[in-house]
């Protein structure tokens, strides 16, 4: 929940709902509550978390993200 006066500390999970929403729910009708669990979970797991590029990690998938730092962690910088 936002805190009084900060607008802006829940922008990431808006951000991530409303594309959930927009890209993997919307117009869905699911059957059961299980299966709307597993659509959601493997659009985290298999798209959204591996793939897609962020702004607040300098427009990497968060794959290369980490596949980068770890670069510079064995280069010592």
Not at 35 to 44: G, L, P, Q, S, T
């Amino acid at each position: 929940m936002s805190h009084q006066g900060n607008c802006r500390d829940n922008a990431v999970a808006e951000s991530f709902f409303q594309l959930l929403k927009r890209e993997k729910v919307r117009r869905r009708k699911y059957r059961t509550r299980e299966e709307a669990r597993r659509d959601v979970f493997e659009y985290i797991e298999m798209f959204y978390n591996p793939k897609r590029k962020h702004t607040n990690n300098g427009m990497l998938s968060p794959v290369d993200f980490e596949e980068r730092q770890l670069k510079l962690e064995k280069v010592g910088v």
